[in-house]
């Protein structure tokens, strides 16, 4: 009988825009000897990065086994992918629920056999092959040719391959997770029967998962079963192996409004940046070019943000994402006014306000619960598309703290006792175990 052959995909895919106009790369690499054995790439139109990336994936396991047309013949395939979104999904952790990604998954998963298909998430710099075929794919559409094998130089910049070592026969992997399951029981205190290790919300976030689904990925089993502990981070919780989501919290720089602290939300008159105001922007535009780690920038619909962001925009040459979510509270009747002013008129309102996050501002404002849920479906949102990339976030006082408050499992309250200045700077790293972490916290050094 002869030995089966073990192949590596890896795939990416990307759109200029998301949605926008997309392409995907893919290549399969020889498992013993790092060679590459085919690629694939081919401009798709217009499609979000998650679209583009399944058609990735779909064309790397295609290639794959086209190189063995035999039905008998089924190679072993290992996907390397830098979308956690993808390889959770696909691996089963991840329930699929938008319907333009399901039946995506669905061709994939029928392509060959499942039990000889396993998953594994890399950083974006270990993908360099795959994304470098994907943009010459979308360059190719843009300027209306189709892309071409042999013209690419896709693999001249990738990084030099590792041939992955021999996993050992059948049933290793389950052995594996069965030590992964040991080990984290013995982590947590428990048994080998812990239940649930986490649970996320959102549209395309993990629901919760059980230890022996560990079993069906064969490198998960292979990585959790080392005996040397994952490093802590301070007192936090193991982290998530793959790159977070990092956003970047930049509150708006000052308007008219900010130095007499007077109520300015998204029911009132949507000012405009003052001079100093733009010299905020423009002073934080500069500190980003500096840090060159901003990969995106997404902003509040209200004009003071899109000001600021359009400031940093230009400097960065980055595009503007808009996000109603993101926008300030309604303030109702108190927008415009002083708090002094509201303690005078509306003592009442603002009393029973300040005690209970339930409560709306006079005149038909949004709650403080209402207003974190608008936020909490941003988030998901922004850190399902986003994942792995650090994300400038411009918007104001409101959606900061409770981001920073949600992060933190914090009762509302809390956000009464955060400083939060004009054109300040807050970063919250969000991980696909669900895990958050605040790093950063009302930084102004870049206006002195």
């Known amino acids: 009988m002869s030995a089966v052959r073990r192949l590596v995909v890896e795939a990416d895919g990307g759109s200029r825009g998301n949605p926008g106009p997309a392409g995907y790369g893919a290549v399969v690499i020889d498992a013993a000897t790092g060679e590459t054995l085919a690629e694939a790439a081919e401009y798709i139109g217009v499609a979000t990065n998650n679209v583009a990336e399944y058609r990735g994936l779909i064309a790397g396991l295609t290639a794959a086994k086209a190189l063995f047309p035999d039905a008998g013949a089924s190679p072993e395939v290992h996907v390397r992918m830098d979308s956690k979104l993808v390889v959770e999904q696909m691996s089963g952790r991840w329930k699929i629920k938008h319907p333009d990604m399901k039946p995506l998954a669905a061709r994939a998963a029928a392509i060959l056999p499942p039990s000889s298909v396993t998953y594994e998430w890399i950083p974006r710099a270990q993908n360099k092959h795959a994304d470098r075929l994907a943009n010459e794919a979308m360059d190719a559409g843009r300027d209306g040719r189709p892309w071409e094998a042999s013209t690419s130089t896709a693999e001249l910049d990738a990084p030099a391959r590792t041939p992955l070592p021999d996993r050992g026969p059948p049933g290793d992997a389950v052995a594996g997770a069965a030590k992964a399951r040991a080990a984290l029981a013995a982590a947590r205190g428990g048994t080998a029967d812990a239940g649930t290790l986490f649970e996320v919300e959102g549209p395309e976030s993990p629901e919760p998962t059980d230890v ?34 990092t956003f970047v919290l930049l509150r708006h720089g000052e308007t008219a409004l900010t130095p007499e602290k007077r109520f300015s939300g998204s029911g009132g008159t949507d000012p405009e940046l003052s001079a100093t105001g733009r010299d905020q922007a423009a002073r934080a535009a500069v500190h980003f070019a500096a840090l060159g780690t901003v990969q995106e920038i997404v902003s509040s619909p209200l004009r003071r943000c899109r000001e600021t962001a359009a400031a940093v925009a230009e400097r960065l040459g980055l595009d503007v994402r808009i996000e109603d979510g993101l926008r300030e509270s309604d303030f109702g009747a108190w927008e415009g006014l002083t708090f002094g002013e509201v303690r005078e008129r509306y003592e009442d309102d603002l009393t029973a306000w300040l005690a209970d996050p339930e409560t709306a501002p006079t005149g038909g404002g949004e709650s403080f619960t209402e207003v974190a849920d608008r936020v909490a479906a941003a988030r998901d949102r922004l850190t399902a598309r986003y994942a792995g990339r650090t994300v400038l976030l411009v918007t104001h006082v409101t959606p900061i703290k409770t981001l920073v408050r949600l992060a933190l499992e914090a009762p509302a309250r809390s956000m009464f006792r955060m400083e939060l200045s004009a054109a300040s700077i807050s970063t919250v790293a969000y991980y696909g175990d669900g895990n958050a972490s605040v790093r950063l916290l009302n930084d102004t050094s870049h206006l002195r």
């Not at 022996?212 to 998960?220: K, P, R, V």
């Not at 079963?225 to 936090?236: E, K």
């Open 212 to 245: 022996t689904a560990i079993a069906g990925s064969e490198a998960a089993a292979a990585s959790a079963s080392v005996a040397t502990p994952a490093p802590q981070l301070g007192w936090s919780a193991a982290p998530d192996l793959g790159a977070p989501a």
